[in-house]
Nanobody, 128 residues
Framework: QVQLVESGGGSVEAGGSLRLSCAVSGDTDSSWSMGWFRQPPGKEREAVGAIDSDGSTSYADSVKGRFTISQDNNKNTLYLQMNSLKVEDTGMYYC??????????????????????WGQGTLVAVSS
């Protein structure tokens, strides 16, 4: 069983930065991709971006150039560096793990179905 635990959320003014972390433990699959998702208030969950086992990344258009996904060398921690935050970035942020194709489809806009593990989320609030 895989455990994902997010941290680093908080309140920030527009234009500011936050870095989210996701601690990964348990019986992980080295071929899995990891992703960040968010759910704005009253809206559906959406993909922010993903990182594959080879380190390649993909991002939703709404965050390209502002957000960066990375992992530590042991792949025990996933990060989401968020810069130039906007009010519309507000929401609950989740990390997830699963097959590369499913993560890539989610980043392209399809629902994030059938992923293998999810964290409990961390809240990001951006004020104007």
């Amino acid at each position: 069983q895989v455990q994902l635990v997010e941290s680093g959320g908080g309140s920030v003014e527009a234009g500011g930065s936050l870095r989210l972390s996701c601690a990964v433990s348990g019986d992980t699959d080295s071929s899995w991709s990891m992703g960040w998702f968010r759910q704005p208030p009253g809206k559906e969950r959406e993909a922010v971006g993903a990182i594959d086992s080879d380190g390649s990344t993909s991002y939703a258009d709404s965050v390209k150039g502002r957000f960066t996904i990375s992992q530590d060398n042991n792949k025990n921690t996933l990060y989401l560096q968020m810069n130039s935050l906007k009010v519309e970035d507000t929401g609950m942020y989740y990390c997830a793990a699963g097959r590369r194709l499913l993560l890539r489809l989610a980043v392209s806009g399809l629902p994030p179905n059938n992923l293998d593990a999810w964290g409990q989320g961390t809240l990001v609030a951006v004020s104007s």
